[in-house]
């Protein structure tokens, strides 16, 4: 029980700081990557909180698809943020 | 921006890899947990790899675009077909008429342990498939026109 909360608290403190490393990276690729960690965790999150069908449609659209959607529009557009 | 050459190679290795695995999950659809639409975005998902690895150009020859409309409107009526084939058999709309009739869809799925016998439940694994390739077709599809709207920079 202690091992489950210990996981737990792991995957929400990794979902928090992949979250802030979202949004502070100027490399917008970086990010995209860094998106795709925070949808894997989410998606453990789901697995762990037993509910393996959510965990998979996550880790299939959020891991997968959305990233490549985000990458083929950097390709489309530039790679870093422009400064303001 | 063009992927280097391990990029271009992980993908390649991993594409086959990836239809497999979601080939795995739409069969087991109706076991497991994951069905159609999981199943069919995974295998989106190694389409959508390949294409993230290559150029337009390079990858139109494996992907091609009618084939994947193609599989958007078979997995529709593969749907639409077992929906309304429950009315021929003098039932109603989505009957699961197969299940006790036939020879092949005859047994039902054990509790417990059990070996995992994929020719259960009648007319559900008919309507998984029909999802499954209509995900993988119309995610496919919509990448496909997003990357054939790039301008690629000559190198």
Known sequence: MTLFLLVQALVLLGLIVTAVLIISFKDLLAAAIAFAAFSLLLSLEFYLLQAPDVAIAEAGIGAGLTTAIFIIAIRGTQRHEEKT | MKMTKIVRTTADLFFPFCLVFGLYVVVHGHLTPGGGFQGGAVMAT??????VARAYDDVTGRIRKGAMKACEAAGLLIFLCAGFSGLFAGRPFMANWLAPAGQ????????GPNPGDLNTAGLL???NFGVGIEVLGGLTVIL??????IKEEKK
């Open chain 2, 144 to 149: 496909l026109y997003m990357l054939s709207g």
């Open chain 2, 125 to 127: 694994p008919l309507l």
């Open chain 2, 104 to 111: 092949w869809f005859r047994t039902f799925v054990a509790h």
């Open chain 2, 46 to 51: 190694g389409t959508a790899l390949l294409l």
